[in-house]
């Protein structure tokens, strides 16, 4: 059991859909220094369900009335990908702390605008890129900025499984949906290009920029074949590190993720499960110094609720901000809107200057 802090965040949730009921709302109320406050959702079904479940202080069906409520500290945005941006920015000018699931947005010009949002308030924003709360990935991370010294190249792949939701579907509740669920004007998946790399892509390039830094410059092929797309990216960092992306869904066989790191004094070498088994990843550290290998058992495997309680502590407490902030949203939605334009051109695209959608 979790020792509860005596001062927590009063968190509002937006949106009661199957993200939230997998991942947020049990955060909210297991994390040691936040609460569920409130939640709010467009469908009265659902958010009368989720209220008998989760109990809240307060259920809104309106997210307006939710942001005048002065008793919300911080809004976590649980919905749909188009509305990231535009529910982000309410909650922002309403003085409210932002938790945002991933991709931040979907194109580099909203996103650009969210952070001028983000710098005029002042308030924390954080993106849900939760991956960064992996203790295996925690792990490795130290041992890049402590012992590595410097780092020569980086493999890494995100290859999702056709047998993924008969798996995920033998661990998690059945999610509860509603009808009356508000839903965008288009369907998102109508551009499986654009889907998987939103969906997928995002999780894949911000590993690679947590682990070796900013991303300057990308190559991609890819290929479609019996319903499955493959990309591939050559990957060039301001640190001068060479990388290589794979992000495939879906593979024929098992959730295939994981990075292979090699540096001047030591290699990483790490296999990410599936999310939500909630299992940390397998991360081997080979030090050169006494020639050993080092493997975290990163038990606590929660990465949702252990980035809201960073988030929470950024803002309670003053902590420097461990997740991804918004120039980390924005670097990552460039960098996909970069891949996306070298796959169309077969060209090395810039990744700096690089407007436009995903």
């Known amino acids: 059991m979790i020792k509860k802090e005596a001062r927590r965040l009063r968190v509002g949730v937006l949106g009661c859909g199957p993200i939230a009921q997998f991942a947020h709302l ?43 409520d002065p008793e919300v500290e911080a809004v976590i945005v649980a919905i749909s990908d188009a509305y990231h941006v535009p529910m982000a920015i309410r909650a922002l000018e309403a003085g409210k702390h932002v938790l945002c699931e991933k991709p931040l947005g979907t194109s580099v010009e909203e996103v650009e605008a969210l952070k001028k949002v983000v710098e005029r308030t002042g308030q924390t924003l954080q993106v849900g890129h939760m991956k960064r709360f992996d203790p295996g990935l925690e792990a490795a991370e130290k041992f890049i900025q402590t012992e590595m010294g410097q780092m020569l190249s980086l493999k890494a792949w995100y290859c999702d499984s056709t047998h993924r939701y008969t798996m995920t579907d033998a661990v998690q509740p059945l999610p509860i949906t509603s009808k009356l669920a508000k839903k965008p004007s288009g369907d998102p998946k109508a551009d499986l290009r654009r889907y998987f790399m939103l969906a997928h892509g995002s ?152 407007q436009g959608a995903v």
Request: proline letters at 3%; hydrophobic letters at 45%; a negative charge.
């Open 26 to 68: 049990e955060s909210s109320v297991k994390a040691r220094n936040a609460d569920l406050y409130a939640i709010c959702d467009a469908a009265p079904d659902l958010l009368a369900r989720m209220a008998a479940t989760y109990e809240p202080t307060k259920a809104y069906a309106d997210y307006d009335a939710m942001l005048a």
């Open 203 to 354: 999780h894949l390039v911000d590993t690679a920029r947590f682990l070796c830094g900013e991303i300057t410059e990308v190559r991609a092929r890819l290929l479609e074949r019996f319903g499955a797309y493959s990309w591939f990216v050559e990957t060039g960092f301001a640190n001068g590190v060479l990388g290589h992306l794979d992000l495939t869904v879906a593979v024929r066989m098992d959730w295939f993720e994981g990075f292979q790191l090699y540096g001047e004094n030591g290699s990483i070498v790490a296999k990410t499960y599936n999310p939500w088994y909630f299992k940390s990843s397998d991360v081997e550290i080979f030090s050169e110094k006494d020639a050993t290998y080092h493997r975290p058992l990163g038990a606590d495997g929660h990465f949702f609720r252990r980035q809201l309680e960073g988030f929470a502590d950024t803002i309670l407490n003053g902590v420097p901000q461990r997740g991804a902030n918004i120039d980390d949203g924005l670097a990552s939605v460039r960098v996909m809107a970069a891949i996306a334009e070298s796959a169309r051109t077969g060209k090395a695209v810039s990744v700096t200057d690089m």
